[in-house]
């Protein structure tokens, strides 16, 4: 037989479990409530859900979308669609049913896997678009027909499917907010998700008897990686559905969690909690938070009270994080926005608007190379030429180098706000606020809140002779947006502060408003 090096050399994501079950078949990988599944169970069952696409007559690079909260199941799903040389498709669970009917539109979608709860309300919209819908449920209700995934799953065999991949195969398209009023779909490889997660257990250091809980959204690309560096290292993850401190705090105690990934916000939950001294935490040995910086006096106190050791990842679905980290040693001494230094496998640098690389310590666009920048933006060849400039990734942050190297943020070149761990794009909101029949003009900026760290707030303009109170403005964006997109808080000015060329001055409103959820 001829040397077949896309064979013996290829580098594809379902690799990385069936390696694991080799090496540790009987070791536990996955944990949800009481129910388990070894490293061998797990490898099987994504095996048999491969096998089962394959044989309903998907080929490959056929796009499969999931709207799944976590669980077992949505593990399966994101590394058995792999498996089978799919495309992964997966949807944010808060989406409306328009902008699921754009998405399914977009990758023209075969299949949409859909957890039972979720699927009532969207399925009409489904339907609309998407030829196949195959429903997640742990067990069937007696006398009622499927399709559910249990019974796919059951019925399939459980060998490895045989499908040729290319590193370079698009293995997923996950939909991320933009500038624009509809999202973009980034392109990602095999090749991008495999080293990004290889990276991120080595700059994690994680360890193969460690022990996670998967709380952020496996739909989400920085929870999507970090469960696959687990899977690298054969280590053991526990599904949480949903974060709530007190049973958090209980799975930890139980189960000896000793590496974990929240949002700043979610860490003040806990420390907060008048009910934290009754539990043991102490399994903890690292913590890993993202979306922002977190104050020096609530660091502070969570690594006394908490954990000893916490540390900061950057990175967006575009350069599949982690593309920063911002390591313990300096989470007390470096005090501001810090990102800290680039990934292992990322070269990162700052560059002015005429594509001229800057020296330390001046400010300018941060980007990126890597082999974890994606293949681009999905069917949109002008976004991709544009973030893919004079030969490098364009982040769209605003950055520059400290005297010891370390990457400090500055702020966003576009008006994305994060909020609770969401991404929203302001133009969405006010395209929304737009539509409202009172509402002459609109814009939204994110403001510092203590909770969602940003909060959406629209400030409108009501045409004359019109008259909207606030709730009435807010139950219009919740006929069109997603649940973390409608503000909240509407603030009703007489005009917008503008420049002598008319272009509303975002900056000044921030400034203007930036105590208003402290007030």
């Not at 908490?306 to 920063?324: D, H, K, M, N, V």
Request: with cysteine.
């Amino acid at each position: 037989m001829p040397f077949q090096p896309s064979v013996i050399q290829r580098i594809a994501i379902g690799d990385m479990l069936r390696r694991a079950a080799a090496r540790a078949p009987g070791k536990t990988a996955l944990i949800e409530g009481e129910r388990r599944l070894s490293y061998r169970e797990l490898d099987q069952r994504c095996n048999q859900l491969a096998n089962h696409l394959l044989a309903q007559g998907l080929k490959k690079g056929d796009a499969v979308a999931t709207l799944c909260l976590n669980s077992i199941e949505q593990v399966v799903m994101a590394f058995g669609i792999a498996k089978a040389g799919l495309v992964w498709v997966p949807m944010n669970v808060m989406l409306a049913g328009e902008q699921i009917q754009y998405i399914l539109g977009q990758v023209e979608a075969r299949l949409v896997i859909a957890d039972d709860e979720l699927l009532a309300p969207v399925r009409a919209a489904i339907e609309a678009v998407c030829p196949g819908v195959l429903v997640n449920r742990v067990s069937s209700p007696p006398g009622v027909a499927g399709p559910w995934l249990h019974e796919a799953l059951q019925a399939a065999p459980s060998s490895e499917p045989e499908v040729q991949i290319d590193d370079r195969d698009l293995a997923q398209i996950m939909f991320t907010s933009g500038t624009t009023a509809h999202p973009k779909g980034v392109a990602i490889s095999h090749l991008a998700v495999f080293v990004a997660s290889l990276s991120g257990a080595i700059e994690g250091g994680i360890q193969h008897d460690d022990v996670t809980g998967v709380v952020m959204p496996v739909f989400h690309c920085a929870e999507h990686s970090l469960v696959a560096a687990f899977v690298h290292l054969g280590a053991t993850l526990v599904i949480v559905r949903r974060f709530e401190p007190v049973a958090f705090m209980r799975t930890v105690q139980q189960h000896r969690l000793s590496w974990i990934f929240l949002l700043p916000m979610m860490y003040r939950a806990l420390l907060d909690h008048p009910e934290r001294a009754g539990f043991d935490l102490s399994s903890l040995r690292l913590c890993l938070y993202a979306m922002q910086p977190m104050e020096p006096a609530l660091l502070r106190r969570l690594t006394q009270e908490i954990c000893p050791r916490f540390a900061l990842a950057s990175g967006q679905t575009e350069t599949y994080p982690g593309t920063t980290y911002f390591k313990p040693e300096y989470q007390l001494s470096k005090p501001g926005p810090y990102w800290g230094t680039p990934a292992l496998i990322n070269d990162m640098a700052i560059m002015d608007d005429e594509g001229q690389l800057l020296p330390q310590g001046q400010v300018g666009e941060l980007v990126v190379r890597g082999p974890n920048v994606m293949n681009g933006y999905y069917k949109n060849p002008e976004a991709t030429a544009e973030a893919c400039r004079h030969g490098w990734h364009h982040t769209g942050d605003l950055c520059f180098y400290d005297p010891d190297g370390l990457l400090v943020f500055v702020d966003r070149k576009k008006d994305m706000i994060k909020t609770g761990g969401e991404n929203v794009a302001s133009i969405t909101v006010e395209t929304a606020l737009l539509g409202h029949p009172a509402v002459g003009n609109a814009v939204v900026v994110g403001l510092p809140h203590e909770h969602w760290t940003e909060a959406v707030t629209a400030f409108v303009v009501l045409k004359p002779g019109q008259a909207a109170d606030a709730e009435a403005v807010l139950a219009h964006c919740r006929q069109r947006l997603a649940r973390h997109e409608v503000p909240k808080a509407v603030v009703f000015l007489p005009a917008l502060p503008t420049t002598a060329t008319g272009k509303i001055q975002k900056n000044v409103l921030r400034q203007q408003y930036q105590q208003h959820f402290q007030a």
